[in-house]
């Protein structure tokens, strides 16, 4: 086999036959001045409005901007309690302390990664006490009003939104789906009866184009998509200072524009987002299929039948993840964490009160979780390659495990 080395991800590659397409989107910019907004931002709205499923995009400065005025424009106020996974990229809760919001945590489901519902109706029939006046949900503890859940869509998958939607009707919560990772992710809606896209089923949903993410920028990107066109509105309010014409401000809001370039590019990748989109799909397939049989000693990425994944991420899980990760490296394989702390023990979260064992299933998945190569132009000799070492690595710890087992020292 030979020594190749393989990358966690590949941002060369993938841009290479489009050069002559970002060099025009360049030109155009150059010709017409227009850096920021006009028509390549309204072009591209409109075509990741059309690919998500959903009514409108509004093309913004990052991910997190979205998350941030997607809540802001949903009504979520300074003191209300916004629900979350413990989980995701601290961007989610970022956005909503930003928006003066309270992070609260459930925990999430151990096959998925992704929220589990039954852990959300627990946390409002069991910590919350519903106020009919009001139509609030309030905490117990702090006497604060729940007002927003962010389902993460983790790794590519969509979580489990039938249920999260029927909870958030029954106790009036706004539902901002972060689909950060899940651009052209689908979820089988039982109650529809039909296929439904990430950033198609929240009151909003947030998107992210930075440059690793399915669909990347070749900078800092990011849109929100909604239904709802009061709300979009705000978001173009937000993004824009508050401003509704020049000068003029309606609102305090804050600098969150998407500029025309990334926009143009974005567009120019959009029309291959569904080829990488397989192309990724066909790689965790053939990853599936060569560690078939080791479902002992590594737990694979589940996909309920409710699901498909544009996978992000390939995450395996291991009793030993600090082993594989080393035995990887050594071998020029790299490797991802996604995430190496629950939020609620990050440092940054240290005031909330949290502590280890609040959030089990999460905390269990965070020590053993480790994200494999995958990206579209991974070729099947160097997933051939990553997958040899998972596996040696794995037998030799297995045998080791066996030999301390049979002499009696294992504990
Ligand atoms: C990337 C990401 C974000 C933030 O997006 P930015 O564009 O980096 O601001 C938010 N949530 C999740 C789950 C992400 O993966």
Redo the contacts with the bound molecule.
């Keep these: 086999m030979s020594d190749e080395k393989v990358p966690f991800l590949d941002l060369v590659t993938v841009h290479r036959g489009l050069q002559d397409e970002f060099v025009d989107v360049l030109k155009t910019a150059l010709s017409t001045a227009g850096f920021i907004g006009g028509p390549m931002v309204q072009g591209f709205e409109q075509d990741f409005a059309q690919f998500c499923e959903s009514r409108i995009c509004v093309g913004l400065g990052?991910?997190?901007?979205?998350?941030r005025f997607a809540l802001i424009a949903a009504g979520i106020r300074s003191g209300d309690i916004v629900v979350t996974v413990p989980n995701?990229?601290i961007?989610?809760t970022e956005?909503i302390s930003q928006a003066g919001a309270h992070p609260d945590f459930v925990d999430i489901d151990e096959r998925t990664y992704n929220m589990d519902p039954g852990k959300l109706r627990q946390y409002l029939e069991k910590d919350c006490t519903w106020d009919a006046g009001t139509k609030r949900a309030y905490h117990k503890r702090s006497g604060s009003p729940v007002t927003a859940v962010v389902p993460?869509?983790?790794y590519g998958q969509m979580a489990d939104m039938d249920p999260i939607l029927d909870l958030a009707a029954k106790y009036n919560l706004k539902v901002i789906e972060?689909a950060?990772?899940a651009h052209g992710a689908e979820y089988f809606s039982k109650k529809e009866n039909r296929w439904r896209k990430a950033g198609s089923m929240g009151h909003a949903a947030?998107f992210?184009?930075?440059p690793g993410?399915n669909l990347g920028a070749l900078g800092?990107?990011?849109a929100m998509t909604t239904g709802d066109e009061q709300l979009a509105q705000t978001c173009r309010l937000l993004r824009d200072h508050g401003q509704s014409k020049k000068y003029f401000h309606d609102i305090e809001g804050y600098n969150g524009r998407l500029d025309a370039i990334q926009a143009g590019f974005l567009r120019a990748k959009l029309r291959h987002l569904k080829k990488w989109n397989g192309q990724r799909r066909e790689i965790a397939k053939r990853y599936n299929q060569l560690f078939a049989g080791t479902e002992g000693s590594i737990t694979l990425p589940h996909e309920p039948d409710w699901s498909r994944s544009v996978y992000?991420l390939y995450v395996l899980r291991v009793a030993d993840r600090v082993q594989l990760q080393k035995q990887l490296d050594e071998a020029g394989i790299g490797t991802g964490i996604h995430y190496p702390i629950a939020l609620h023990l990050t440092k940054a979260y240290e005031g909330l009160g949290f502590r280890a064992g609040d959030f089990p299933v999460a905390e269990k998945a965070v020590s053993q979780i480790l994200s494999l190569p995958l990206f579209p132009d991974l070729t099947s000799r160097q997933q051939d390659r990553v997958v040899a070492t998972v596996l040696k690595s794995l037998s030799v710890a297995s045998s080791l495990s066996g030999l301390s087992g049979s002499s009696g020292l294992s504990g």
């Design positions: 990052s991910g997190t901007d979205a998350l995701t990229f961007a989610t956005a993460v869509h983790l972060d950060c990772q947030a992210s184009f930075y993410k800092e990107a990011g992000h």
